[in-house]
């Protein structure tokens, strides 16, 4: 189980404070399938670094099990997102350099998990999301909907409690998108797998358990009646916050005209995006470990064969500012 208890989260940008969460209640049981939604600058994306241990909230606290986000230092974060999350993002981030089979292999490797047993498990995982005939290929050599599968499947690599997604089917056609929801249905209907998508597409969205609506860093629906009830949250904000059609952006339906998105917030997270693949240790020296060897990265050889990842390559610094804002992770 997830649960946030009162997380808030403020960013400073110069003399400016940015209050980008403020005082969020969620929880999130084992083998649900949740939806978050909300405009530019509601506050999804640091709800969504908050759940993956990519930040810790200026105040109250975010919970994985009896692990407490909020009390982590950065090497405690590094371990909480390689043991329980996997991630997968709208720009499926995969190494370009490495196949596909390698690609899915390398959390194992950060993990230590011993060569043979992650070569069986990137095997499996590959087959799991039909992609084993593909399996030596590059990503440059994948269609998006292939690389979203690999993606996948790396997300899946080291047995995660949580799946957290972010715009998965952002840079994929209707089509293909289709399938990549089906595939996430089936891991969570079918495994149990915990689903938390962020995501702007309400059709998307309806496929959920529940829809959890953000507007200005607060919860105003967290869909805890349902799929219907959720789905009906997307399609149309409550009374509370504004009737549809009242001058809200498409996609955004309800939301007040007087709501601007957070200009400072934007600017600051399009400046900071990038480093989130390393902060969940896919950093662009990743790629030399199998065309080098850990050794040279500073890893070293473990028991049964094992190898051991340097730290800096588990994301172990202290993660920056990265407040909610626009690009691939608004």
């Not at 959390?107 to 799991?128: I, N, S, T, Y």
């Not at 339906?253 to 600051?268: L, W």
């Not at 950093?283 to 500073?298: N, T």
């Amino acid at each position: 189980m997830i649960e946030v208890r009162s997380a808030s989260r403020t960013f400073a940008m110069g003399s400016t404070e940015v209050r980008a969460l403020r005082g969020v209640d969620l929880r999130i049981e084992d083998g649900e399938f949740v939806a978050i939604m909300g405009p530019s600058g509601s506050g999804k994306s640091t709800l969504m670094y908050l759940l993956g241990a990519l930040d810790k909230p200026s105040a109250g606290s975010v919970l994985h099990g009896n692990e407490d986000v909020a009390g982590c230092d950065s090497n405690g974060l590094a371990d909480l997102r390689g043991r329980r999350i996997g991630f997968v993002f709208q720009m499926f981030s995969l190494m370009p350099t490495l196949s596909a089979f390698d690609n899915v292999e390398l959390p194992m490797v950060f993990q230590r998990v011993p060569r043979v047993k992650r070569k069986a498990r990137a095997a499996e995982l590959l087959a799991l999301v039909g992609m084993a005939e593909r399996a030596g290929h590059l990503p440059s050599e994948l269609s998006g909907g292939e690389q979203q599968r690999v993606a996948i499947a790396r997300a899946l690599a080291n047995q995660p409690d949580l799946l957290l997604a972010d715009e998965p089917t952002g840079n994929l056609d209707s089509k293909t998108g289709e399938q990549i929801i089906d595939l996430l249905k089936t891991l969570n209907g079918d495994g149990g797998m915990t689903i938390v998508l962020v995501t702007h597409d309400t059709a998307v969205a309806s496929h959920a358990d529940r829809i959890v609506r953000l507007w200005d860093g607060v919860v105003f629906s967290s869909g805890e009646s349902g799929r219907e009830d959720g789905a009906e949250a997307a399609l149309g904000a409550p009374s509370a916050v504004g009737a549809a059609g009242d001058g809200g952006h498409p996609g955004d339906i309800g939301i007040p005209p007087r709501y601007s998105g957070g200009k400072h917030v934007r600017e600051a997270s399009e400046q900071d995006a990038s480093r989130v693949d390393e902060q969940v240790g896919l950093g662009e020296r990743a790629e030399g470990h199998f065309a080098h060897g850990p050794d040279q990265y500073g890893g070293e050889h473990g028991k049964d064969g094992a190898e051991t990842a340097p730290s800096s390559l588990g994301g172990a610094s202290e993660p920056r500012n990265h407040p909610e804002g626009g690009g691939s992770h608004a």
